[in-house]
Nanobody
Framework: QVHLVESGGGLVQAGGSLRLSCAAS????????MGWFRQAPGKEREFVAA???????AYADSVKGRFTISRDNAKSTMYLQMNSLKVEDTAVYYC???????????????????WGQGTQVTVSS
């Protein structure tokens, strides 16, 4: 059974940093594209970043230059290093597995079939 578990969220001041982790189990992690999404109160869940099987990243314009996505296939874990955090980054962050074996990132929520429970990130001013 596929499980995705996020960790690393918390409360941080604007300008600070956090590192999120997503631990995967129940499937061969290295063979799937993985992504991060976030959802702020009252807003739709939006794409943040994704990484291909061959470690190629893609980012939303809003986080480009501040966030870095990575993966460790040996540990079946994906990471999101978030620097220079802004108040508008406040949201629940979810990791997700792309639902097919295409080695191309997708910005579309429906392209992902399994999701973690989310981890709260709160950035204070």
């Amino acid at each position: 059974q596929v499980h995705l578990v996020e960790s690393g969220g918390g409360l941080v001041q604007a300008g600070g940093s956090l590192r999120l982790s997503c631990a995967a189990s129940g499937y061969t992690f290295s063979t799937y594209v993985m992504g991060w999404f976030r959802q702020a109160p009252g807003k739709e869940r939006e794409f943040v970043a994704a990484v291909t099987r061959s470690y190629s990243p893609a980012y939303a314009d809003s986080v480009k230059g501040r966030f870095t996505i990575s993966r460790d296939n040996a540990k079946s874990t994906m990471y999101l290093q978030m620097n220079s955090l802004k108040v508008e980054d406040t949201a629940v962050y979810y990791c997700a597995r792309r639902g097919d074996r295409d080695n191309v990132v997708s910005l579309i929520r429906d392209a992902y079939d399994y999701w973690g429970q989310g981890t709260q990130v709160t950035v204070s001013s």
